[in-house]
């Protein structure tokens, strides 16, 4: 059991992490690398463009097992929005961005509320806020404790439904979010595009091009991910619900109904 003194001290490394993550986190991704391979199975360019928000990106385009494309211009993933400039806002309301759905913590909100597009809605879904305080503290650093977590942790499975319950009922574009976008931004992706019928190694080259779009060097878990993070997440779904199909029914609960409303309307 954690003592009072070192529950505090998690704490007060988390609000450490998050303020030196607040302040580098957009700026290591405003110098855009070239696409990574992963663009070849897409049919639409990736990035955004926004220069005061990380790893902003379309979530679709992508080719499923079965032939058919995931639709272009209706989600989009990025990291937080608080340092957004006018123009990027002014792009996203011309995608047609309506719903922001926000994955931090109450304290990284905070920290830095977001900035929204002009006539967006904005929704709070933590993912981690009631995980154990380590996990909590590593939030800004990924690693598979935290991936395991995304499985694990009071409230994850609510707010992961949340966000896909949200694409099904938006009447335009849905964009969510974490602070850096890549890790419980990764896995919302990483849970969308594997439901929607992509294959592994294509869902996988997705969730490390924030390697690329982050500029991150090998081994930096501030900026960047690792594959192995990932396979921990898809390992802890085996493990606790038996079958990715039986997390998204058991552990997410979505119904078959929502299952097939949602490929209806991101697949083409």
Not at 19 to 43: D, S, Y
Not at 57 to 86: E, H, I, M, N, Q
Not at 87 to 97: C, N
Not at 132 to 152: H, K, N, Q, V
Request: with cysteine; charged share 20%; glycine share 12%.
């Amino acid at each position: 059991m954690l003592t009072v003194p070192r529950v505090r001290a998690v704490r007060a490394s988390l609000s450490v992490a998050t303020a030196v993550a607040l302040l580098i986190g957009p700026a290591a991704g405003q110098v855009l690398a070239a696409p990574a391979p992963a663009e070849e199975n897409t049919a639409a360019v990736r990035l955004l463009g926004l220069s005061g928000v990380p790893n902003a990106r379309d979530a679709g385009g992508y080719r499923t097992v079965d032939g058919r494309w995931v639709r272009t211009g209706l989600v989009f993933r990025s990291g937080a929005l608080d340092k957004a400039a006018p123009d990027d806002l002014a792009r996203l309301t011309a995608l047609g961005v309506t719903v922001v759905d926000d994955l931090r913590t109450g304290y990284e909100r905070s920290l830095a509320p977001d900035k929204l597009p002009v006539g967006a809605t904005g929704h709070s879904y933590d993912v981690i806020g009631q995980a154990p305080p380590l996990i909590l503290a590593g939030a800004l650093f990924g690693g598979e404790g935290m991936y395991r977590a995304f499985i694990t942790a009071p409230g994850a499975d609510e707010a992961f439904a949340a966000v896909l319950r949200g694409i099904i009922a938006a009447e335009g574009g849905v964009l969510y979010h974490c602070s850096a976008g890549k890790d419980r931004t990764g896995w919302t992706s990483a849970v969308l595009l594997s439901l929607l019928g992509v294959d592994r190694a294509t869902v996988t080259a997705d969730f490390l091009l924030s390697n690329t779009y982050r500029n991150a060097v090998p081994g930096d878990p501030l900026n960047g991910v690792q594959g192995e993070w990932l396979d921990a997440a898809f390992d802890q779904v085996n493990r606790s619900y038996g079958s990715f199909d039986a997390y998204v029914r058991d552990g997410l609960g979505l119904t078959p109904s929502e299952i097939t409303a949602l490929r209806t309307k991101l697949l083409a």
